[in-house]
């Protein structure tokens, strides 16, 4: 079982920069993980993620304005988000998955971006 504790959640002018934290209970070394999100009254949507190669993607919709990265001496993955805006309001969830052993989620931290 690995237990995804998120933080940094916020309210946030537009134009504004966030950092989300994403902090496993155990090592994540060999996962893929990654962020998502939710927006009230929408599903789930992928916004990055990781190998444990260190290869990266993320949403069009993102793309240029959020760097993801991971610390695995801290089993740790984070969120850089720039020049936020007002869509980007959602929770967000950490997710880190091996499959088929496991796919686990975070419990999710708001991210609110004001206009």
């Known amino acids: 079982q690995v237990k995804l504790v998120e933080s940094g959640g916020a309210l946030v002018q537009a134009g504004g920069s966030l950092r989300l934290s994403c902090a496993a209970s155990?090592?994540?070394?060999?996962?893929?993980v990654g962020w998502y999100r939710q927006a009230p009254g929408k599903q789930r949507e992928f916004v990055a993620d990781?190998?444990?190669?260190?290869?990266?993607n993320y949403a069009n919709s993102v793309k240029g304005r959020f760097t993801i990265s991971r610390d695995n001496a801290e089993n740790t993955v984070y969120l850089q988000m720039n020049s936020l805006k007002p869509e980007d309001t959602a929770v967000y969830y950490c997710?880190?998955?091996?499959?088929?052993?496991?796919?686990?989620w975070g419990q999710g931290t708001q991210v609110t971006v004001s206009s």
């Open positions: 155990t090592t994540i070394v060999n996962a893929r």
């Open positions: 997710n880190a998955q091996l499959l088929p052993v496991y796919n686990f």
């Open positions: 990781m190998s444990r190669g260190g290869g990266t």
